[in-house]
Nanobody, 126 residues
Framework: VQLQASGGGLVRAGGSLGLSCVAS????????MGWFRQAPGKEREFVAA????????LYADSVKGRFTISRDNAKNTVYLQMNSLKSEDAAVYYC????????????????????WGQGTLVTVSS
């Protein structure tokens, strides 16, 4: 499976940015999807996840209420809408696909995700 993330860029603090991730190579609609991020000098951290059906989501506390994850299974695409961006949101954002189909429980653990995109850079200016 291949994941292609896009949409990163430079945005002012308080602004918004939307990321997209297109999947190919397997049945996208069968797998939970997640977004992670990694800032320079920091470990990769969980941002958000969405169930394969789109009926459930999970967010890191740091982005809850500001970020929204969604998916369009017809387009094999998962989205991350980021609002009220802060300087601490600046990072390379990665989309990831769960390694197990139809997993019931959403996970914030990176090792649950078997496939990763190349990352897209989000820069937030103050």
């Amino acid at each position: 499976v291949q994941l292609q993330a896009s949409g990163g860029g430079l945005v002012r603090a308080g602004g918004s940015l939307g990321l997209s991730c297109v999947a190919s190579g397997r049945t996208f609609s069968s797998y939970n999807m997640g977004w992670f991020r990694q800032a320079p000098g920091k470990e990769r951290e969980f941002v958000a996840a969405i169930r394969w059906s789109g009926t459930s989501t999970l967010y890191a506390d740091s982005v809850k209420g500001r970020f929204t994850i969604s998916r369009d299974n017809a387009k094999n695409t998962v989205y991350l809408q980021m609002n009220s961006l802060k300087s601490e949101d600046a990072a390379v954002y990665y989309c990831a696909a769960d390694g197990v189909a139809f997993r019931t429980v959403l996970s914030s653990l990176a090792y649950r995700y078997a496939y990763w995109g190349q990352g897209t850079l989000v820069t937030v200016s103050s």
